[in-house]
């Protein structure tokens, strides 16, 4: 069965001002729409066929540039809509909470390091906040559409991720990339990735 391009689980405006319409349409529509397709194209007929993306990048051929970037971009993308939303932003709660404070020292420490991963990419790639098989918390970052999952990465859960891709904001910030950053913390939905933690850990 091939993937599908998951619905946006808001409109294209509900983010504005911080992200505008016009780059949720087309980094949904296009891109993520590109990946989604080119993907199924490079598995169809192949093994790979029918297992779950997030098997394909845990065990995956990292030489396969086709199912790399595009399962990458797929998985990531469905990710990143997922953890923002309207009316969110503030601070997480709960056990996730208690686990940013024991691993970072407080949230402030979490959202410097976190904006640092996001900031000092070079090129094109993703900021992470990953889970290990203990429960710890790590913010790492990755190039292009690897992602923690992949085979010489992390190899962490990620339950919060942030494009940093030119196409992800430039259209609004153009080279301001820190703008951005800063602005997604406005925009995260920490029920969605209290839930991806309490995911991970159990």
């Known amino acids: 069965m091939s993937f599908q391009l998951p619905d946006l689980p808001y409109n294209f405006d509900a983010l504005e001002p911080h992200i505008d319409s016009k ?17 199924n194209t490079a598995i169809a007929g ?3 066929e029918g297992k779950t993306i997030e098997d394909i990048l845990k065990n995956l051929d990292m030489n396969n540039t086709a199912v ?5 971009g797929y998985f990531n993308h469905s990710l990143f809509w997922e953890i923002m939303g309207p009316n969110c932003g503030g601070k997480p709660e709960g056990q996730l909470a208690a686990a940013i404070d024991r691993d970072f020292g ?3 420490e979490f959202k410097s390091n976190f904006s640092s991963a996001a900031g000092t990419r070079f090129g094109s790639g993703w900021a992470w906040l990953c889970v290990d098989l203990n429960g710890g918390l790590e913010v ?4 292009n559409q690897d992602n923690p999952l992949m085979p010489g990465e992390c190899g962490k859960t990620p339950i919060l991720g942030l ?5 992800a904001y430039y259209l609004n910030y153009q080279n301001r990339r820190p703008d951005y950053v800063a602005a997604f ?9 209290s839930e991806n933690y309490n995911s991970a850990i159990n």
């Not at 790492?140 to 190039?143: E, I, K, M, N």
């Open 23 to 39: 780059t949720m349409q087309i980094h949904h529509g296009k891109h993520h729409a590109g990946y989604t397709n080119k993907l």
């Open 46 to 48: 192949t093994d790979l």
């Open 68 to 72: 790399r970037n595009n399962g990458g």
């Open 106 to 108: 407080s949230f402030d």
């Open 140 to 143: 790492c970052s990755t190039a």
């Open 163 to 167: 494009d940093v891709w030119e196409h």
């Open 185 to 193: 913390f406005s925009v995260i939905n920490w029920v969605k990735v």
